[in-house]
């Protein structure tokens, strides 16, 4: 048995672990379980997407061999371990980038199907299930589905997005994109309410490529920083700092607290301020500012942190937002990693994906109880009238009738879920 | 035909997953010339095929060979060095036996002895002929912490790896002054599947991409025996050390 959390640390749970390290050996490994498995990759969704408590985890992180590539097209065909990362250091020098990509490269492409994570630029190429095309899916069963958009469709919307319940996904194909440098234009400009913020996010759709903002979550309007970048076509000679710092023990207490952050996020909005502006950044400063700082789920202490990201339609999500922010401004709670941005006008391939059209808010809260879920309820109550949905990656305690409102294809997809193959999100949010 | 440009990699024991991370390491974005040998033809076809997209410009050899008996590795070794140059030679691989089936079964106890101690010497007297003839050449050969000094949780692989700790020391000793250079490696407990189960017992292991890091890191500085995570260098000196009466009651 080994103890296993996943990156919000609420807790952690005993797994019987086995390690998939063979592509052919893979059916042989779930047909041998003792109990109902699931895969795992890296560990990195916040809640109980990832974790199985007392039962089996497939551990996918060694099945890391890609499979080929092709230079005229950019099909790359790899295993399901194989990390965001080493495919962008491979490949950015090359000229081409794995197109859609979520704040951290350290996860692998497999978990990135089943959350059919989304990035920066999800108003010019939807999530990360729009560039697979194709995926190997093994069945406890010894069953082999291979799917894509034309490829038994079917299978391919519900294991895109599928939270891993569909199977496990063993071998991938994706369309890698073009890119002319490493480096990306960047233009930082500082709001200092929400109709700003949405004025600046639909007038940037058409030009830019990538658009967020960093919101300060304690303030009342909502002021933040919008930031928005096109790839760039000129490169720079300067050395990237490959240091790393890791955050070297737990704290018993959240670092992230009263007395720092509201200090912090106004000393943070000024100095953006200050230094708005065109710059010219790296793509890896850029899409994964936080992954130079190793373990950094640890200044919130042992207790550990939520995070609560829900996306809100368009027509209702100014007052939406405003609402959570006056919620969250008022309980004092919250966090330095707030995120507001705005999805594009499209529906995502996966019958269960997160991504939706209208405006989402991301944030993280340090896990003090009773005083944090009930602020949670209070969002979940704002998310429920606006018809909303919660994000399945970070959650770890949304109510199950704002889970089967949020996601109206819930029964459809379990139909094509595997019976071999639970979780603890799925135990909590299906029942089984 | 002989192409002289290409660096000349030699792996044995391709498949082992501290080696396929050093050659990952080696070839990335690099033209060289790679010889793949291991037992498991299947295993080996698709670690080239991940080299290929790694390293477009390298030339990929794949050889599928038995490791034990003297007369295969004399053919194996003489056809690789007929074939090219030897500019590096990674002795890799291994396998972790169970210490109570070693004691229970001296059929396997042999086995295990033959792979992991006899076999790596073998291979690497074998590639050593060839390197003095050339007068260069660098020659890794992976052997074990556990060989240090013996412990009652593995001493049959301890003992194995001993064998290869005290072989290479010889061999540095007698192509001391050539251009060839020699190196022995310990890796501590490290997470492949080699260890699968020891991780499931709750053990610490590092990961493999770091202890292939620190390996073509130390090779290349030039180093001769490379401990790794370095500081199972200051474990082992303090293991070795350690007075028979306190040793002998801990549970190691």
């Known amino acids: 048995m080994v103890r296993v959390s996943s990156w919000g640390g609420l807790d952690n749970f005993e797994h019987h672990v086995s390690y998939l390290s063979n592509r052919d050996d893979v059916t042989q490994q779930l047909a041998n379980r003792k109990f109902n498995g699931l895969a795992h990759g890296m560990g990195k969704s916040y809640g109980d997407v990832c974790l199985n408590p007392n039962g089996q985890l497939w551990s996918t992180t060694g099945l890391n061999r890609f499979i080929s590539f092709d230079e005229h097209t950019g099909i790359l065909k790899c295993e399901s371990g194989v990390l965001i990362r080493d495919i962008q250091q491979l490949f950015v020098p090359r000229g081409w980038i794995v197109p859609v990509t979520p704040g951290t490269q350290l996860i692998t492409i497999g978990g990135a199907i089943a959350n059919d994570v989304h990035g920066k630029n999800h108003h010019v190429l939807g999530s990360f299930g729009d560039h697979v095309q194709k995926i190997k899916l093994l069945r406890t069963d010894r069953r082999i589905i291979e799917c894509g958009p034309e490829l038994e469709p079917e299978w391919f919307s519900a294991t895109v997005g599928g939270f891993g319940l569909t199977g496990v996904i063993v071998e991938v194909e994706l369309r890698l994109r073009p890119v002319p440098s490493a480096w990306v234009d960047v233009e930082n400009i500082p709001y200092d309410n929400l109709e700003d913020f949405f004025k600046l996010a639909d007038e940037s759709e058409k030009d830019w490529e990538y658009t967020v903002s960093w919101i300060d979550c304690l303030s009342k309007h909502g002021r933040g920083i919008f930031m928005r970048g096109n790839a760039s076509k000129t490169s720079e000679q300067i050395v990237q700092s490959k240091k790393k710092v890791t955050i070297p023990f737990l704290p018993p207490i959240s670092l992230v607290n009263k007395l720092t952050l509201r200090p912090f996020n106004t000393a943070y909005f000024h100095k953006q301020k200050y230094q708005a502006g065109k710059q010219h950044v790296h793509y890896e400063p850029f899409f994964y500012p936080l992954d130079k700082l190793l373990k950094w789920n640890r200044i919130y202490g042992s207790k550990g942190f939520y995070q609560y990201q829900s996306v809100i339609p368009r027509n209702v999500g100014a007052d939406a937002v405003q609402e959570m922010l006056n919620q969250i401004s008022r309980s004092g709670e919250g966090s330095f990693l707030a995120v507001l941005k705005t999805f594009g006008n499209r529906e995502s391939i996966g019958m269960m994906s997160f991504p939706q059209p209208g405006v989402t808010l991301a944030l993280d809260f340090p896990n003090k109880g009773k005083k944090t879920t009930k602020l949670l309820e209070s969002l979940d109550a704002i998310v429920r009238e606006a018809k909303g949905r919660v994000y399945l990656a970070k959650d770890a305690r949304m109510p199950r009738d704002l889970f089967e409102s949020g996601y109206p294809n819930l029964q459809k997809f379990l139909q094509y879920r595997d019976s071999g193959i639970s979780s603890a999100l799925s135990r909590r949010l299906i029942g089984n | ?252």
Request: glycine share 6%.
């Open chain 2, 1 to 252: 035909m002989l192409d002289n440009t290409k660096k000349r990699i030699v792996i044995i024991g391709a498949t082992s997953a501290i080696a396929e991370h050093c050659t990952r390491l080696w070839s990335t974005d690099k033209t060289v010339e790679l010889v793949l040998v291991g037992r498991n033809a299947e295993k080996i076809k698709q670690l080239a095929m991940d080299l290929k997209v790694r390293s477009p410009q390298s030339t990929i050899n794949e050889i599928t060979a038995n490791f034990t008996q003297a007369s295969d590795i004399n053919a194996l070794v003489e056809n690789i060095a007929s074939n090219g140059k030897l500019d590096l030679v990674l002795i890799a691989h291994g396998s972790l036996p169970d210490q109570q089936e070693c004691q229970r079964n001296l059929n396997t106890c042999t086995d295990e002895m033959v792979i992991n101690g006899v076999s790596p010497v073998l291979i690497a007297e074998a590639f050593a002929g060839y390197m003095e003839k050339n007068n260069s050449g660098t020659l890794v050969v992976i052997g074990s912490v556990a060989g240090d000094r013996g412990r009652k949780s593995n001493y049959v692989y301890g003992a194995a790896k001993g064998l290869v700790t005290r072989y290479v020391q010889g061999l540095q000793h007698r192509l001391a002054n050539t251009n060839v250079n020699v190196v022995l490696i310990k890796p501590g407990p490290t997470e492949t599947p080699m260890t699968a189960h020891l991780k499931q017992q709750g053990a610490k292991l590092a990961s493999v991409e770091s202890v292939a890091e620190e390996i073509v890191n130390g090779i290349e500085k030039g180093k001769a025996v490379i401990y790794t995570p370095s500081k199972w260098m200051v474990i082992m000196m303090v293991i070795r050390h350690l007075p028979r009466f306190i040793f002998n009651k801990m549970d190691i």
